[in-house]
């Protein structure tokens, strides 16, 4: 019904956060050539966000949840069929916003380790 709210309005917060941290990292000139910022490690996650949200608003669509005219989603114009779309808005939504982001820290820690070991990798030689 409307599970694609929950990552969107992730997206739309990391995507306000990495513009913020984006302009605190060029003011701190770092050596970016060994180094990927944190700027960019969120720009990923908006991605990810950004594309399931897509993804999942599409199917929405198709199949006659939203509407293109007010309230938007079928759901919100019956107060039960509301309170089924805040409840699968609170699980479904919640979960797969937590799954995107456990995955991309996942994603973050590997990159973190495999930089690490080049940065050794080069002070031994």
Do not use: Y
């Amino acid at each position: 019904m409307a599970c694609f709210l929950v990552p969107t309005t992730e997206a739309i917060v990391t995507t306000i956060a990495a513009k913020v941290i984006k302009k605190k990292e060029s003011s701190h000139h770092v050596d970016e050539s060994a180094h990927i910022s944190l700027s960019q490690k969120i720009g990923w996650l908006n991605k990810m966000l950004w594309g399931g949200s897509a993804l999942l608003a599409f199917e929405h669509v198709w199949h006659g949840e939203v509407q293109p005219f007010f309230p938007f989603l079928t759901a919100a114009g019956d107060p039960e069929s509301a309170a089924a779309m805040l409840h699968e808005m609170a699980t479904s939504g919640t979960a797969m916003a937590a799954v995107v982001t456990l995955a991309w820290a996942g994603i973050c820690a590997a990159v973190s380790v495999i930089q690490k070991r080049s940065d050794s990798a080069e002070a031994e030689s």
